[in-house]
T-cell receptor, first 114, second 113 residues
Framework: TQLLEQSPQFLSIQEGENLTVYCNSS?????LQWYRQEPGEGPVLLVT?????EVKKLKRLTFQFGDARKDSSLHITAAQPGDTGLYLC??????????????FGQGTILTVHP | DTGVSQNPRHKITKRGQNVTFRCDPI?????LYWYRQTLGQGPEFLTY????????KSRLLSDRFSAERPKGSFSTLEIQRTEQGDSAMYLC???????????FGSGTRLTVV
């Protein structure tokens, strides 16, 4: 069974601060995806990282995939209240019959105070 | 295309009753997934389809749960003899194929009283 551990579980910060969310596993993934979810809605895809060591930037968000494709991080610069939400990492199985099935971490609840 | 549509958005049922949820995926997507999510937790895999074929079902899922995707279009998830522990958000997602990101619906929130 592939497990993804996210940390921290909760993050409460002031507007303008920087933060990093971590996603770790002992398993290798073919890709890692990050989603953001607001209350009462489904998760929305932010980014997919595929290559070990890959870094992707989406405005103030920077995503990195570990060299061994077992871990990932999300860094937000100058957080804004609109960044508030549940951030989820999800790993895609490395081949086999479950390829394309995502395993989700437990999520990081981010609250950005004005 | 209006994205992934789930109905109903909310369902309150008495313990022991059967419930059925519907998911309409993005029309070009051949993969359809069902997940369950409790408050503040990540989604937990239930089952998924490639076209009309159900490829995998979670071993955590009891025999009270069944899903179908006739003709490879919409899908239904049925829970028989509901229990209070079934209370959760049931999420449906679709993707163009393996290795692509998911597009989720807004979910169906089930409350069993």
């Amino acid at each position: 069974t592939q497990l993804l551990e996210q940390s921290p579980q909760f993050l409460s910060i002031q507007e303008g601060e920087n933060l990093t969310v971590y996603c770790n596993s002992s398993s290798v993934f073919s890709s890692l995806q990050w989603y953001r979810q607001e209350p009462g809605e489904g998760p929305v895809l932010l980014v997919t990282v595929v290559t070990g060591g890959e870094v992707k930037k989406l405005k103030r968000l920077t995503f990195q995939f570990g060299d061994a494709r077992k871990d990932s991080s999300l860094h937000i610069t100058a957080a804004q209240p609109g960044d508030t939400g549940l951030y989820l990492c999800a790993g895609d199985s490395a081949g086999g019959t479950s390829y394309g099935k995502l395993t989700f971490g437990q999520g990081t609840i981010l609250t950005v105070h004005p | 295309d209006t994205g992934v549509s789930q109905n109903p958005r909310h369902k309150i049922t008495k313990r022991g009753q059967n419930v059925t949820f519907r998911c309409d995926p993005i029309s070009e997507h051949n993969r359809l997934y069902w997940y369950r999510q409790t408050l503040g937790q990540g989604p937990e895999f239930l089952t998924y389809f490639q076209n009309e074929a159900q490829l995998e079902k979670s071993r955590l899922l009891s025999d009270r749960f069944s899903a179908e995707r006739p003709k490879g279009s919409f899908s239904t998830l049925e829970i028989q003899r509901t229990e209070q522990g079934d209370s959760a958000m049931y999420l449906c997602a679709s993707s163009p194929g393996a290795g692509y990101g998911y597009t989720f619906g807004s979910g169906t929130r089930l409350t069993v009283v």
